[in-house]
């Protein structure tokens, strides 16, 4: 019977199949196999010990602190790299790499005092030579997403071995808040690697330092042992990037994660539920309309300062939001430098802004009303509705105009909006001064007005400091409010779903820092 | 069959060249980049440098022709954000995205056959009809949504699978499962048709007549001839596959080429998206190549001409 189908079509299709599948085997297991990560002992010292799971909301580009510097690569830069200075989670500004800092009488120079016995993980002494290389590195490369946050500073150099002077272009009070989100790599093995392989294996000087890099897998840290300053208390870290939010929701509730951040739509869910918190707190951004003022019946005072009265902010927070947030009343947050206390924007009083409207002769004009579907504003649909609604209501007539959240950031970047426009800005120096530059100097991407008035204040508050400066701040947020320039929203809340056993502070910006964190149990 | 092979690969090069102008062109359609790259205080004049830099100041046709010219050259340029070789970004996914596909395929095979299998031994029409109609059903329910709820029961209930990562072997579970069962109904149908087709051949029922068992018969005489339909869909059906795992890499956080598209199309990351593209386009038109020839192998009546 065997000898009934010699040629059986079946047979001459198997090692065919069989070498497919051998390929497909040798393929995902060649390049990508799994390795569980190795654990970390937990015997050393200082530690309460354990390994904690974070969730990142993107795959950080790359490990180059020099080239990098978006928002998710700082929550990993914070731990395992120092910078010369450090906000802390209430936002005041705290010494880290230096101890001291001293700007001259004009504010166009910073000396940097840097500690001393600070040494990177390969042994390497962090010396002056290390900041003057780190700063000038991306000085020189105008492509450094870093470059935007040095761009008051004319250049860098060694006084000493422990001390560094900064040169302004222009006097700049608040520069010693930039550094914070500088890090400061060894700059002969950075030199001597090149910027691709130190990415791949990067060296620092943090509370934590890098055990694996598996690019859009996981980031697994282990605690530095001989950290300079206080030693961490987890032994080890893996940053894992989780792009969408129902998966990191479900990856804490699950155990998979540890720390994640969730929407405000998905707080009152986790909260049901057992052995996980939901921490929220107040951010450091604001939620605003922008306003393009020289266009059609925007360029009307009135029109624009109704629209701001016709919105009922506190309603939007409580139920769009859950909660989770404030209505704002300035373009600043309240833990931001330079919010000015006891300021008012007018309120929801939709009377008063029909009246407005009236006044100056508003005609049912359609007024564009653009937004982001997705990305930095979380439910920013249901806002933008909200807003219409509110507007509908009080007879302004808007067009509502969604897209993705890339293309909305390049309608920003070149001035392209030309009714109102939904934004945010959160600035991780927890100051004032890259949101308010960006909102009134000349050259900033939300600025329609083009007021020299409130260009001049945005550089005078830059040769000032301490209470001089809050109250120049004081007169740019008051006279924006007033002239309606832009309109104030909300300050939403960072929401993180957080397991039980974990005691960790959270940053206003939702950036990690786990150099004090610990398990308590 | 040389001429059929060349003209084949003619065929495969114009495919290949339709969607590198197609992705070229949807890319420019959403303007320059660097307004994207750089922090949210950039000066006007640093974004026009990056731009120009990048070659986004080029007229249309001259940034095309360069680009094809280094495509030639197996340079799809660096990726604007990592700047590093787009296509290293793209070849480093594919094992995590072959991974996924192959075991969700060879998954959905294995059951289909063994339900097609149990279907025909028994000759059960409920039996037909319980596969038939489940295997709708879960294909009626969008992998998106199956895959949350796969997650809510086996993860956050059960706590018996990881719900997300690529960590250890049982984070390979549940994306396959959710793929596979996606696939199941498709198969079982087929399979049963086909069978059900070589049940009234004469050569079954000279098998038959021989004295062979049912099983044997089954499995050695009709399982072969039955298996040239569902080889042709399988192979037609891997697109879908490889699309397919997009959607389920974003609900596990899988890393693979689903991951790093989705993140290059949202960052305007064209390099890397060029490069995908090629690289999934290439996958398609090899794979469907390969079941062309196999199915001339498989069954001589299929002429290559």
């Known amino acids: 019977m065997s000898a009934s189908a010699p040629r059986s079509p079946f047979r001459s299709v198997l090692p065919v199949l069989s070498v497919g599948l051998a390929a497909a085997l040798a393929l995902s297991s060649c390049a990508g196999g799994f390795e569980s990560s190795s654990d970390a002992s937990s015997s050393t010292t200082g530690g309460t010990g354990g390994r904690i799971v974070a969730a990142l909301p993107t795959d950080p580009t790359s490990m180059d602190p020099v080239k990098t510097g978006s928002l998710v690569v700082l929550s990993v830069f914070f731990n395992t790299f120092d910078q010369l200075t450090k906000i802390t989670a209430d936002g005041s500004l705290e010494p880290k790499l230096a101890t001291e800092w001293t700007p001259s009488a004009d504010m166009t120079s910073w000396d940097f005092t840097l500690r001393e016995g600070v040494t990177f993980t390969n042994g390497e002494p962090l010396t002056a030579d290390d900041v003057v290389f780190s700063f000038s590195s991306i000085l020189a ?36 808040r930039n550094t914070s989100l500088i890090s400061i790599v060894p700059d002969q093995a950075y030199a001597a690697m090149g910027p ?24 697994d840290l282990v605690r530095n042992d001989s950290y300079w300053g206080e030693p961490a208390k987890l032994d080890a870290i893996s940053l894992v990037p989780v792009a969408s939010d129902e998966s990191r929701v479900n990856g804490v509730l699950s155990g998979s994660l540890d720390v994640a951040q969730i929407s405000p739509a998905q707080a009152e869910s986790v909260k049901g539920s057992g052995g996980v918190n939901v921490q929220s707190e107040l951010s450091n951004g604001v939620v605003f309309l922008g306003v393009n003022s020289t266009a059609g019946v925007l360029k009307e005072e009135k029109v624009r300062r109704a629209i701001g009265l016709a919105i009922d902010k506190e309603a939007i927070v409580k139920t ?16 931001v430098e330079g919010f000015a206390d006891g ?97 009134y100097e000349q050259a900033g991407n939300n600025n329609y007005a083009q007021d020299p008035k409130t260009a001049g204040l945005a550089v005078t508050q830059r040769g000032v400091d301490g209470a001089a400066r809050l109250d120049v701040f004081k007169e740019l947020l008051t006279y924006s409010n007033d002239k309606a320039y832009f309109i104030p929203l909300y300050v939403p809340a960072n929401n993180f779903a957080v397991d039980k056993s974990l005691a960790w502070t959270q940053r206003a910006d939702g950036l990690y820092d786990f150099s004090a964190t610990g398990l308590t149990k | ?76 340029g660096q990726s604007y954000r990592q700047r590093e070789p787009a296509l290293d970004l ?20 294995v059951l289909a056959l063994a339900a097609a299998l149990a279907i025909q031994l028994t000759g059960s029409r409920t039996l037909r009809s319980l596969f038939i109609w489940g295997g709708s059903l879960r294909q009626s329910v969008p992998d998106f949504f199956f895959a949350l709820l796969a997650v809510l029961v086996f ?118 998206v060029q490069a995908g593209l090629l690289v999934v386009a290439l996958i398609f038109v090899t794979v ?13 009546r299929v002429s290559l001409a």
């Open chain 1, 141 to 176: 490369d105008p492509t450094s997403e870093n470059f935007g946050y040095l761009s008051s500073l004319k250049s860098v150099a060694k006084v000493d071995d422990t001390k560094v002077r900064f040169e302004m272009k222009a006097p700049f009070s608040a520069f010693p």
């Open chain 1, 196 to 219: 691709a392989a130190f990415a791949a294996a990067p060296v620092g000087s943090g509370p934590f330092k890098f055990e694996k890099i598996q690019r859009g897998v996981s980031y």
């Open chain 1, 320 to 335: 769009v939001l859950s909660g989770l947030g404030e209505p704002a009343t300035q373009m600043l947050a309240p833990s």
């Open chain 1, 343 to 439: 300021l008012s924007d007018g309120g929801y009083n939709p009377d008063q802004a029909k009246k407005l409207l009236a006044e100056a002769g508003y005609n049912g004009e359609s007024i564009d009303f653009e937004y982001a579907l997705d990305g930095r504003i979380p439910l920013s649909g249901e806002v933008a509705q909200a807003i219409q609604g509110y507007l509908s209501a009080a007879g302004v007539n808007v067009n509502l105009v969604g897209a993705d959240q890339a293309s909305h950031t390049l309608k920003v970047r070149n001035r392209q909006l030309k009714g109102i426009y939904l934004n945010t800005w959160a600035p991780s120096t927890l100051d004032g001064d890259l949101p308010l530059t960006d909102f």
């Open chain 2, 1 to 76: 069959m040389p001429r059929y092979l060349l003209h084949r690969i003619a065929q495969a090069a114009f495919t290949l060249f339709c969607v590198l102008t197609f992705a070229f062109v949807l890319g420019r359609a959403t303007g320059k980049p660097a307004g994207l790259l750089l922090p949210d205080n950039a000066t006007a004049a640093e974004v026009d440098a990056l731009n120009g830099a990048l070659g986004f100041n080029e007229p249309l046709h001259v940034q095309f022709g360069a680009f094809l010219a280094n495509v030639l050259a197996g340079d799809f």
């Open chain 2, 90 to 109: 793209v070849i480093e996914r594919l094992p995590a995205t072959f991974e996924l596909a192959f075991w969700s395929f060879l998954l959905g095979l």
């Open chain 2, 155 to 272: 993860s956050v209930a059960l706590g018996l699978l990881p719900s997300l990562g690529r960590m250890s072997p049982a984070s390979l579970v549940l994306p396959v499962l959710t793929i596979a069962t996606g696939q199941f109904v498709l198969y079982v149908r087929l399979m049963d048709a086909a069978l059900s087709d070589q049940a009234s051949q004469d050569y079954v029922r000279t098998a038959f007549a021989k004295g062979q068992s049912r099983a044997r018969v089954l499995v050695s005489h009709m399982l072969p001839n039955a298996l040239l339909p569902v080889l042709t869909m399988a192979g037609l059906n891997l697109g879908s596959l490889l699309g397919g795992t997009v959607v389920v890499e974003a609900v596990f956080a899988w890393p693979g080429l689903g991951q790093v598209l989705t993140d290059a199309v949202s960052q305007r990351d064209f390099p890397i």
């Open chain 2, 288 to 300: 469907n190549l390969a079941v062309d020839l196999l199915s001339a192998k498989v069954d001589p």
